[in-house]
T-cell receptor, first 115, second 110 residues
Framework: SQTIHQWPATLVQPVGSPLSLECTVE??????LYWYRQAAGRGLQLLFY??????ISSEVPQNLSASRPQDRQFILSSKKLLLSDSGFYLC??????????????FGPGTRLTVL | GDSVTQMEGPVTLSEEAFLTINCTYT??????LFWYVQYPGEGLQLLLK?????DKGSNKGFEATYRKETTSFHLEKGSVQVSDSAVYFC?????????FGKGTRLHILP
């Protein structure tokens, strides 16, 4: 069966510090991968998605970047964090769920607090 | 572009009450439709899905029917429990992405 991991689970960082969040998927190959951010009490904001190694699409211009160095690894980074980067970061992957449907499956999330 | 609109929350109900959370969508073509649930501090979990018109998705006592004529996918449950307290997201499948609604927070009182 497929599983998705994210780490760290929680992170507290000072403003201006760098960031690296990691997401890995097991049990599947060539998944589509996604990074979302969820501010407190708000909906999901799609940040990046990737359909293959080295292929990154950015949905929202910001001081974050993403990379996909391996088929099942997706990394979210920043060189200098802002207060507004605080939130709950979710990684997800897509599985074909019959007749071409594409349900997404989410990791447990990383809660980032920037102070 | 494609979009999903779901009812504003929070929704507060007593245990064993009937639940409806409204969801309507705008899409070109024939998307698949989903409901996700998010419990506090956790990621989203797929609750149910429907892939074509008149399909009914169901799971854990929740149901939703894909209504093409009204472009709706309302979530229902006949008797809610305190453990159903969570945020519920309606979503549709797009090209390489899923479009999510803003979420509806549900509180169930014992």
């Amino acid at each position: 069966s497929q599983t998705i991991h994210q780490w760290p689970a929680t992170l507290v960082q000072p403003v201006g510090s760098p960031l690296s969040l990691e997401c890995t998927v097991e049990g599947t190959s060539n998944p589509n991968l996604y990074w979302y951010r969820q501010a407190a009490g708000r909906g999901l904001q799609l940040l990046f998605y990737s359909v293959g190694i080295g292929q990154i699409s950015s949905e929202v211009p910001q001081n974050l970047s993403a990379s996909r160095p391996q088929d099942r690894q997706f990394i979210l980074s920043s060189k200098k964090l802002l207060l507004s980067d605080s939130g709950f970061y979710l990684c997800a992957w897509t599985q074909l769920a019959g007749a071409g449907t594409k349900a997404q499956y989410f990791g447990p999330g990383t809660r980032l607090t920037v102070l | 572009g494609d979009s999903v609109t779901q009812m504003e929350g929070p929704v507060t109900l007593s245990e064993e009450a009937f639940l409806t959370i409204n969801c309507t969508y705008t899409a070109t073509g024939y998307p698949s439709l989903f409901w996700y649930v998010q419990y506090p501090g956790e990621g989203l979990q797929l609750l149910l899905k429907a892939t074509k018109a008149d399909d009914k998705g169901s799971n854990k006592g929740f149901e939703a029917t894909y209504r093409k004529e009204t472009t709706s996918f309302h979530l229902e449950k006949g008797s809610v429990q305190v453990s159903d307290s969570a945020v519920y997201f309606c979503a549709l499948s797009g090209d390489d992405k899923i479009i999510f609604g803003k979420g509806t927070r549900l509180h169930i009182l014992p």
